[in-house]
């Protein structure tokens, strides 16, 4: 009897941290900005009473970490090197010019896995992505070979500073090929910004919506979705063409990080295409309309 109470006890826990685990990620997916306290008060909102440590401990078991800018946003092992951020101010003009990567979290009724993805930031094409039920190095190793053998190699390959894109096994990858490599700077949350894009796309376009109950069937979902990202979805950035349209014909794509914090003549560190000019003007007729 007492054995069947503390087992309905833990059940409870269990399903209530499931619950916190999925409103920190819809939250987040929404407001990527967000920090532990305003995560707090969003689970206050939503009914659930929860300290500040016990947020802190559930982000941390999502790799979540607000993005705005302050210390310590992402962690890397201190026995792996850190490499310096190359592409600030950097017009993006062709494919396979700068590939990116990045990990999220996928929930699934019984827990969660994650999922890696790498893109050509000049189309946006997804050129590979793997899941995982942990955050090991494997799985990123396994997305860059893929990668690599069906596309050839990019001239930067930028990542977070994670242990899985410190790791010597992944670092080793892309300078035995030849890759210069590039990684975000702390605070810096447009460092990776096209890779952050495509995470809240997945979510709400196709995970969301789902509900997959098992990673056998988040697997065939995501495949069919990617297939579709890459070869039917118009993207408004790259003038209502596919990511595969733009990669194969090198044309009607393009990227550029602003560096709004180093001394850039821009007022906006948004992101632009660098297949048109952006005047001044035009940037503050933007702000206008957005405001």
């Known amino acids: 009897m007492v054995y069947e109470q503390q087992k309905r006890r833990l059940e409870a826990v269990d399903e209530e941290e499931l619950v916190l685990l999925?409103?920190?990620?819809?939250?987040?997916?929404?407001?990527?900005?967000?920090?532990?306290?305003?995560?707090?008060?969003?689970?206050?909102?939503?009914?659930?009473?929860?300290?500040?440590?016990?947020?802190?401990?559930?982000?941390?078991?999502?790799?979540?970490?607000?993005?705005?800018?302050?210390?310590?946003?992402?962690?890397?092992?201190?026995?792996?090197?850190?490499?310096?951020?190359?592409?600030?101010?950097?017009?993006?003009?062709?494919?396979?010019?700068?590939?990116?990567?990045?990990?999220?979290?996928?929930?699934?009724?019984?827990?969660?896995?994650?999922?890696?993805?790498?893109?050509?930031?000049?189309?946006?094409?997804?050129?590979?992505?793997?899941?995982?039920?942990?955050?090991?190095t494997t799985f990123c190793v396994d997305s860059l070979e893929e990668a690599i053998k069906c596309y050839g190699v990019p001239e930067i390959f930028n990542s977070d500073?994670?242990?899985?894109?410190?790791?010597?096994?992944?670092?080793?990858?892309?300078?035995?090929?030849?890759?210069?490599?590039?990684?975000?700077?702390?605070?810096?949350?447009?460092?990776?910004?096209?890779?952050?894009?495509?995470?809240?796309?997945?979510?709400?376009?196709?995970?969301?919506?789902?509900?997959?109950?098992t990673i056998q069937d988040l697997l065939l979902g995501l495949t069919a979705y990617f297939r579709f990202y890459n070869q039917a979805r118009w993207h408004q950035a790259l003038g209502y063409k596919t990511p595969d349209d733009v990669y194969q014909t090198a044309s009607g794509g393009g990227a550029k990080i602003i560096d709004k914090f180093g001394g850039a003549r821009e007022t906006s560190p948004v992101p632009l295409r660098s297949t048109g000019d952006v005047s001044r003007a035009a940037l503050g007729q933007r702000h206008s309309a957005a405001a």
Request: aromatic share 12%; glycine share 8%; hydrophobic share 35%.
């Open 22 to 136: 999925r409103l920190l990620d819809e939250e987040y997916t929404r407001h990527p900005f967000y920090g532990t306290r305003r995560m707090r008060r969003h689970l206050q909102d939503c009914g659930y009473t929860v300290n500040r440590k016990r947020v802190q401990r559930l982000m941390r078991k999502l790799g979540l970490a607000g993005l705005s800018p302050g210390p310590s946003t992402s962690k890397p092992h201190p026995q792996h090197p850190v490499y310096p951020y190359l592409l600030r101010g950097v017009d993006i003009i062709r494919p396979n010019q700068v590939w990116s990567t990045d990990i999220t979290y996928i929930r699934l009724p019984r827990g969660f896995v994650y999922l890696v993805a790498i893109i050509d930031w000049y189309s946006r094409k997804v050129l590979s992505w793997r899941l995982s039920n942990t955050m090991d």
């Open 161 to 213: 500073q994670g242990s899985q894109f410190t790791s010597d096994a992944f670092t080793g990858l892309l300078i035995n090929n030849g890759i210069r490599i590039s990684m975000d700077g702390r605070g810096r949350a447009l460092d990776n910004i096209f890779v952050e894009r495509l995470w809240r796309t997945v979510k709400y376009e196709e995970v969301y919506l789902k509900h997959y109950g």
